[in-house]
């Protein structure tokens, strides 16, 4: 992205006015797959009116020609907005397409020419949002005049919001719907991330990040938990655990080496300028991934914007934590139109309305009255003023019933669903619904449980279900008998793994290096027990030694050469029981550097794959 001088002053504004379903119009694409299903949800859930939704027929390809553009986009929204007063909101779904490609390169400005005027390409969206413009020059960029405005948007404005329901599937889309409504009505929780660069940066780029680092002023302001990272190395999101909001930049993608899984309401954004470059792939760019990702909001833009086409996180978050709703707090911190900004989420999600705290309090307590069992002379709770209490419930209600139909057939992919909804509702105080509606899984836990302390009977270190079930049941009832039993094992493992560590202490003193290594290894396996602990510590000491590392692998792999030899030939005459035995279990505390330590681990998967398919 190349760097933009100009400097913005941060307005601060009270909202007199807010955007509600009323303003909302609906576009759907009855060539793409899922694009009219999305469209139909989203009037449901948000209560849209019937007849502001329209379905265009154009291309399903994200990226189209301006004929196209002119021919099969255009004249069907702009026919509809330019007769109704009230739309205030263009509602794009899946399928409709996302950019406009440049049409004629030969009058493009240089960068030193300014690089903008002359270039037609931009998103879709960014065209959408001047339908009551009026002729405007399509080549270059529209100043947004509605740019850091203190006034919540109008008619008079003469601007239109545009967010996507769009995502890398059907159902990710759909998914934003739900989460923007759980979150907003609900509450979002967790701890949020902001990473900038830091202050060694010079021109536009340094002005950039001082803008961002403004986000954390408006998270303070919002009573936002957060972590700002000022590295200027982009971190691995799969680091984080729980992450809400983020915001960050700069690079092209990530490839995380874990898991990412945002909280439910998180607004995630990384400034790079083909973020969005494309939305329905989720390993490319930022925008698809940061969905996949369990986003419930994100926007990016599609083609090089500069970074004064970027919309400016600091007047966004501002605005967000004064009530906007993500759809204005988006556009009003958007500063070229006919250009290339991209948003996708729901318009209408507001994460923090005034008084949110006591709104999320008194939702809460009506979603439980009306989902649980209340006791005989219960006070009724007062529902007025909670426009979306029934959508909630429905939804609640929806994803328990699946869950109720699919235990009957598949427990196992029924438990999974549940543990996806506990993630989504966490922190929501939804404690006594999901007690209940997890009544039926009592059977299906307890036999899970037993077979855990099955498999860990056979081998005390094989706690890697276990360590997921503590993560995965908080708050079930079984959880007690988790916790018992974790005290348990933890004094059981010490035992074990304390004789381990005193003998790899022993043996490191005349560096016998390896048995010392595999001795700790596997003492340090035993994860609930202290001594595995002080283990991994004398692991990294030894490691520490780069001529313990060099025999270490020379040993491991002289020992192993011959197992996984032998192994493999039984496994090529199709007897994996016969290679499982001869590979044995020792393997798993050589060092792991070794190449045949690498090998028996690859030999290990596949015999293990073997066996179960029974050959």
């Given at each position: 992205?190349?760097?933009?001088?100009?400097?913005?002053?941060?307005?601060?504004?009270?909202?007199?006015?807010?955007?509600?379903?009323?303003?909302?119009?609906?576009?759907?694409?009855?060539?793409?797959?899922?694009?009219?299903?999305?469209?139909?949800?989203?009037?449901?859930?948000?209560?849209?009116?019937?007849?502001?939704?329209?379905?265009?027929?154009?291309?399903?390809?994200?990226?189209?020609?301006?004929?196209?553009?002119?021919?099969?986009?255009?004249?069907?929204?702009?026919?509809?907005?330019?007769?109704?007063?009230?739309?205030?909101?263009?509602?794009?779904?899946?399928?409709?397409?996302?950019?406009?490609?440049?049409?004629?390169?030969?009058?493009?400005?240089?960068?030193?020419?300014?690089?903008?005027?002359?270039?037609?390409?931009?998103?879709?969206?960014?065209?959408?949002?001047?339908?009551?413009?009026?002729?405007?020059?399509?080549?270059?960029?529209?100043?947004?005049?509605?740019?850091?405005?203190?006034?919540?948007?109008?008619?008079?404005?003469?601007?239109?919001?545009?967010?996507?329901?769009?995502?890398?599937?059907?159902?990710?889309?759909?998914?934003?719907?739900?989460?923007a409504l759980l979150a907003e009505a609900l509450g979002c929780y967790g701890e949020s991330f902001l990473d900038t660069r830091g202050p060694n940066l010079e021109g536009g780029y340094k002005q950039r990040d001082d803008q961002m680092v403004k986000v954390a002023d408006a998270w303070k302001a919002g009573?936002?938990?957060?972590?700002?990272?000022?590295?200027?190395?982009?971190?691995?999101?799969?680091?984080?655990?729980?992450?809400?909001?983020?915001?960050?930049?700069?690079?092209?993608?990530?490839?995380?080496?874990?898991?990412?899984?945002?909280?439910?309401?998180?607004?995630?954004?990384?400034?790079?300028?083909?973020?969005?470059?494309?939305?329905?792939?989720?390993?490319?760019?930022?925008?698809?991934?940061?969905?996949?990702?369990?986003?419930?909001?994100?926007?990016?833009?599609?083609?090089?914007?500069?970074?004064?086409?970027?919309?400016?996180?600091?007047?966004?978050?501002?605005?967000?934590?004064?009530?906007?709703?993500?759809?204005?707090?988006?556009?009003?911190?958007?500063?070229?139109?006919?250009?290339?900004?991209?948003?996708?989420?729901?318009?209408?999600?507001?994460?923090?309305?005034?008084?949110?705290?006591?709104?999320?309090?008194?939702?809460?307590?009506?979603?439980?009255?009306?989902?649980?069992?209340?006791?005989?002379?219960?006070?009724?709770?007062?529902?007025?003023?909670?426009?979306?209490?029934?959508?909630?419930?429905?939804?609640?209600?929806?994803?328990?019933?699946?869950?109720?139909?699919?235990?009957?057939?598949?427990?196992?992919?029924?438990?999974?669903?549940?543990?996806?909804?506990?993630?989504?509702?966490?922190?929501?105080?939804?404690?006594?619904?999901?007690?209940?509606?997890?009544?039926?899984?009592?059977?299906?836990?307890?036999?899970?449980?037993?077979?855990?302390?099955?498999?860990?009977?056979?081998?005390?270190?094989?706690?890697?279900?276990?360590?997921?079930?503590?993560?995965?049941?908080?708050?079930?009832?079984?959880y007690a008998d988790l916790e018992k039993y974790k005290l348990e094992l933890a004094e059981e493992q010490e035992k074990e793994a304390a004789k381990l560590l005193k003998k790899a202490e022993s043996t490191n003193k005349p560096k016998k290096r390896l048995k010392a290594w595999m001795l700790a290894a596997?003492?340090?396996?035993?994860?609930?027990?202290?001594?595995?602990?002080?283990?991994?510590?004398?692991?990294?000491?030894?490691?520490?030694?780069?001529?313990?590392?060099?025999?270490?692998?020379?040993?491991?792999?002289?020992?192993?050469?011959?197992?996984?030899?032998?192994?493999?030939?039984?496994?090529?005459?199709?007897?994996?029981?016969?290679?499982?035995?001869?590979?044995?279990?020792?393997?798993?505390?050589?060092?792991?550097?070794?190449?045949?330590?690498?090998?028996?681990?690859?030999?290990?998967?596949?015999?293990?794959?073997?066996?179960?398919?029974?050959?």
């Amino acid at each position: 992205m190349r760097a933009y001088l100009g400097l913005l002053l941060l307005a601060f504004t009270t909202p007199l006015f807010a955007l509600d379903a009323s303003n909302v119009l609906i576009v759907a694409n009855d060539k793409a797959e899922g694009s009219v299903e999305i469209a139909e949800y989203y009037q449901k859930l948000r209560g849209v009116p019937e007849g502001q939704l329209i379905k265009i027929s154009a291309s399903d390809k994200e990226e189209i020609t301006r004929d196209e553009f002119n021919k099969d986009v255009l004249p069907a929204i702009k026919k509809y907005v330019l007769e109704h007063d009230n739309i205030l909101v263009i509602v794009p779904t899946r399928g409709v397409p996302l950019k406009v490609k440049e049409t004629d390169t030969s009058n493009d400005s240089n960068l030193q020419g300014g690089f903008i005027p002359g270039r037609d390409f931009a998103s879709v969206d960014g065209e959408l949002a001047l339908l009551r413009q009026g002729d405007y020059q399509i080549e270059g960029a529209f100043e947004n005049p509605w740019l850091n405005s203190e006034e919540r948007l109008t008619f008079e404005t003469k601007i239109l919001v545009v967010c996507r329901l769009d995502g890398p599937t059907v159902e990710i889309a759909k998914g934003l719907v739900e989460k923007a409504l759980l979150a907003e009505a609900l509450g979002c929780y967790g701890e949020s991330f902001l990473d900038t660069r830091g202050p060694n940066l010079e021109g536009g780029y340094k002005q950039r990040d001082d803008q961002m680092v403004k986000v954390a002023d408006a998270w303070k302001a919002g009573e936002i938990k957060f972590v700002h990272d000022t590295d200027p190395a982009v971190l691995d999101l799969s680091t984080r655990a729980e992450t809400l909001h983020y915001y960050g930049w700069y690079a092209g993608s990530q490839k995380p080496k874990g898991t990412v899984k945002f909280r439910t309401g998180g607004i995630c954004i990384h400034l790079h300028s083909f973020s969005a470059g494309t939305i329905r792939n989720p390993a490319n760019n930022w925008v698809g991934p940061l969905l996949s990702w369990n986003a419930t909001c994100s926007y990016g833009t599609v083609y090089e914007p500069l970074t004064v086409g970027f919309p400016y996180e600091h007047i966004f978050w501002d605005r967000l934590v004064k009530g906007w709703s993500f759809g204005e707090a988006g556009q009003v911190a958007n500063h070229l139109l006919s250009w290339q900004a991209v948003f996708c989420g729901d318009p209408l999600y507001t994460p923090y309305p005034a008084g949110h705290a006591e709104l999320h309090k008194r939702y809460r307590d009506a979603a439980l009255a009306r989902m649980v069992p209340q006791p005989e002379g219960a006070v009724p709770v007062n529902e007025d003023g909670l426009p979306l209490l029934t959508p909630v419930q429905q939804l609640l209600q929806a994803r328990a019933d699946d869950i109720k139909s699919l235990l009957r057939k598949e427990p196992k992919l029924a438990l999974e669903s549940f543990n996806d909804l506990r993630f989504l509702v966490s922190d929501m105080e939804l404690v006594t619904w999901l007690s209940e509606l997890s009544g039926p899984f009592n059977a299906e836990l307890e036999r899970r449980f037993d077979d855990i302390k099955r498999e860990i009977k056979e081998d005390i270190t094989n706690t890697a279900a276990f360590e997921r079930a503590l993560e995965d049941w908080k708050g079930l009832p079984i959880y007690a008998d988790l916790e018992k039993y974790k005290l348990e094992l933890a004094e059981e493992q010490e035992k074990e793994a304390a004789k381990l560590l005193k003998k790899a202490e022993s043996t490191n003193k005349p560096k016998k290096r390896l048995k010392a290594w595999m001795l700790a290894a596997e003492a340090a396996a035993h994860r609930f027990a202290e001594s595995g602990v002080a283990a991994q510590k004398l692991l990294d000491e030894i490691k520490a030694d780069a001529d313990a590392v060099t025999e270490m692998k020379a040993d491991s792999d002289k020992e192993l050469a011959p197992l996984v030899e032998k192994a493999q030939k039984e496994l090529d005459k199709g007897k994996p029981d016969r290679a499982a035995k001869a590979l044995g279990s020792e393997w798993r505390w050589h060092f792991p550097e070794g190449e045949q330590r690498k090998a028996a681990e690859a030999l290990h998967a596949k015999i293990t794959e073997a066996l179960a398919k029974g050959n």
